[in-house]
């Protein structure tokens, strides 16, 4: 299956967790590709004025992981801005990973995944399932667990 990791990552943390993952889909058979959503901000204080400077296509993959940080309790603001312009994606299993700072579950997880639900609900997709992974607790097994757990997500039914 060929799969789309498309992430959005400010820091760092979203981008590496898919890496630490893509091994172990790729062991698994699958075609995965990390694409990333990058921006221009207009303001380095403003959320409003985010460009969108490279927006992947989720089209091209049978499959699809979209992650992102968790930012003020939601989704980052420029994964929701990028995820208004996937268009259709009919028919392809997607999976949410979120990462965050707190592993306190009202720390907005919840509410991120809510939000990338509805987008890919409204695209068509089918979902498959939800991994959060907290950058300041989360450990190479927590990777491997994160990693096993989207594969057997994207199992062949």
Known sequence: MKIGMIVYSQTGN???ACEKIKPVLDAAGHDVTIEK???KRDS?????????TNAPDPK???ALVFASPVQAFSLAVPMQKYM????????RKTALLVTKGLPFKWTGAAHAFAQLKEYT???GAEPAGEIVIWRSHSTEQDMLKAAEKLKSMFAAQ
């Open 14 to 16: 979203a981008l590496n």
């Open 37 to 39: 959503v990058e921006i």
């Open 44 to 52: 380095p204080r403003s959320t409003a004025e985010i460009t969108i």
């Open 60 to 62: 091209k993959f049978d």
């Open 84 to 91: 208004q312009t996937i268009g259709d994606i009919s028919g």
């Open 121 to 123: 609900a409204s695209a």
